[in-house]
């Protein structure tokens, strides 16, 4: 154990024992069912019926559907931004823990990024979560469960990443003010735990272009995307930086899983990335996160991973997507011919 973790596991010890005694493993398991709400959903690793939907979509979605006939052809306009921002964390890390909802819940995004780094050539890392189905990063700040993000981070993890709401970062639902003070908050407290621990935002995605918040909420997949792009980078660039109050606040990374949506889907469908919900990920959006998130934590290029839940051509075509958008170039080691 490092001593990182050993200092963790201190920490944890003692909020253990000021929740009552009550212990966890950092480990993936089903949560508490008895503290959760209603729309909590299956725990991670139940199987994805595609009913996992975030809380009140319909509440945020205009009624009438958009009547557009192709796929918004709309492309990022920030380019790699993160690839030579090497701050802080081991490039190949021992652990990992992932805070968010369904949109890394379904199709266990989790254990896919898993499998990209055991297939890589990596050691297999300590996978820990905190995945609620319709939860944003207030509610898991304000989870002060034994089970809680707030408490599980401070067993001190060599990477978190954290996923807020699909809509939250964004001006026109919001709000993105919000969002990024729960950032900063998630940011300190996994730097509580351990001080190089590599922070990673996961970007999300536009809904599909059929999707019905268009027109009504945004005018399109490319109005969305540039806001959830906005918002992300802002608390990635200057909020946490500025308002962190940990001894390293300016280690935070982005990684643009939802850029890669953006682009991919440039050229149209197949493959389809959403699933059959318009917003959610299928198995081949699930891949392509994967993929953006591995690349990211480990600064590797994908080209060449293994393919899950897709067809070899199909991995090589989001492999491409994903090495784009993170600019990394080393090779993993069971990808490096040298």
Known sequence: MSAHRWLGAVLFALVSFACDG???S?????VDQGAVPADAGAPLGAPDLGVDLERADAALTDASASDASSLDAGSPDSGVADAGRLPAGPSTPSSIFFIGNSFTMNENIPDKVRQLVVAAGFPEPEIGSRLRSGWNLTNH???QSADGAPTLLLLGWDAVVIQEFST???DSVGPAGQFKEDAVWL???AKMGNPEADVVLYQTWARRFDHNIYPGTFTDPTDMQAQLRFHYEDAVDRVIPQDSMSGRPDDARLARVGDAWEIQLAGGEPPRLH???RYHQGPAGAYL?????FGTLY???VTGAVAIGVSPEVALELQQVADEVTGFTRAPPALDSN
């Not at 950092?26 to 089903?30: A, D, F, K, V, Y």
């Not at 996160?289 to 998130?293: S, Y």
């Open 22 to 24: 009550q212990t966890v």
């Open 168 to 170: 939250r970062p964004t």
């Open 141 to 143: 700040r304000n989870d």
């Open 299 to 301: 600064r590797v290029k």
């Open 275 to 277: 699933a059959a919900d």
């Open 187 to 189: 940011y300190d407290q």
């Open 26 to 30: 950092g480990e993936l398991r089903p």
């Open 289 to 293: 996160n994967a993929l953006v998130l």
